[in-house]
């Protein structure tokens, strides 16, 4: 079983996930200059296989006083997509089909900073993804919950449970 799940597991590396060996390459040559780097590896449902993606510091968010990862409460991945990304993510129900945008005719077709835009129609917009610690079941045992809040509008757009109900 042990070789089944290693051969599995090289193959999703050196095949399926395209963007590892890549990114982990641009990692190691940026550890010592950024002085942290973190690697998420995930299923992307949107894509239909794991991905691995690397998380610079800005883009990190934890509790200046946690003292170390493995007994952090909560931590944050700080993500932009466009418009047209949380579309998919709401037509696909991987997000709750909420507004996100209100006054889309005020926006500019592209962008272009020279001008002054400071809102575009194709500017990612930032969510933050948080990996917490809830009792959302009222039985005073807080569980693991992945939460994703548009930043904008402060909407609740995903939860999705850490565990297993086995």
Known sequence: RADRISELMNWQINVQMDEWRSDHKRMMYSLPNIGSLFKKTYYDSTLGRSVSQVINYPDF????????????????????????????????????????????????????????????????DKFYEQYCWLDLDGDGIEEPYIVTVHVDSACVLRIVARYDED
């Open 61 to 124: 968010i934890i509790n200046q006083k946690t003292k170390d990862l493995k007994t952090c409460r909560s931590f944050t991945h700080v993500l932009a997509f466009t418009k047209a990304e949380a579309e998919i993510r709401q037509t696909n129900g991987i997000w709750l089909d909420e507004t996100l945008y209100t006054d889309l005719d005020d926006l500019d077709a592209g962008s272009d900073e020279a001008a002054g835009a400071k809102e575009t129609s194709d500017n990612p």
